[in-house]
């Protein structure tokens, strides 16, 4: 238990990062390359892509399951995002739960109905299990999360109305 003991170094880095967060007064920042910032659905795309660049380097060193997995069910939120806040009157505030974007996905007309709730049991039942359970991912899993999270964004990108933003082209 914490009782004013917690480590120097722990604390340090707490505070380190909590006012890196903080952006304002920090002088020139350096932005993560590729990732716009033109409309909050670009911003969404464009994450979405460097996520799954992100599992290409990954899945090419071997053995990272736990991780890709992760990383490919984000890249899925964050292309359903894209479509959603391109598409619609949607705002980002509307996606604060992961689940969410699961959902929407139907009512929006991305997927249909039995898609869109198979991706959300996925997520429910699997990214939990992987994540915070005693489950040991495999590298099937990984791949397979790899085809989805891949073909999910392609889809979702040919489907925005504006092109020209998809980094993986």
Avoid at 97 to 103: A, G, L, R, V
Avoid at 113 to 123: H, I, N
Wanted: overall charge negative.
């Amino acid at each position: 238990m914490s009782n004013g003991s917690d480590p120097t170094a722990v604390l340090a880095a707490l505070d380190r990062a909590q006012d890196a967060f903080e952006i304002v007064g920090r002088g020139r920042t350096a932005f993560e390359d590729g990732i716009s910032a033109d409309e909050d659905w670009k911003t969404q795309l464009t994450k979405a892509c460097r996520l799954l660049e992100v599992v290409d380097t990954l899945q090419s060193q071997g053995g990272y399951y736990t991780a890709v997995i992760e990383v490919c069910f984000g890249a899925v939120e964050r292309s359903i995002e894209a479509y959603a806040l391109a598409m619609t009157n949607d705002t980002l505030q509307n996606f604060q739960d992961h689940q969410f974007s699961y959902e929407r996905a139907h009512q929006i007309g991305l997927f249909e109905r039995k898609t869109a709730e198979e991706m959300k049991d996925l997520y429910s039942e699997n990214r939990t299990e992987s994540y915070y359970g005693g489950g040991r991912p495999t590298e099937e899993q990984a791949e397979a999360m790899t085809d989805l999270a891949s073909a999910v964004h392609q889809f979702a990108v040919s489907q925005i109305r504006e092109g020209g933003v998809c980094l993986c082209d």
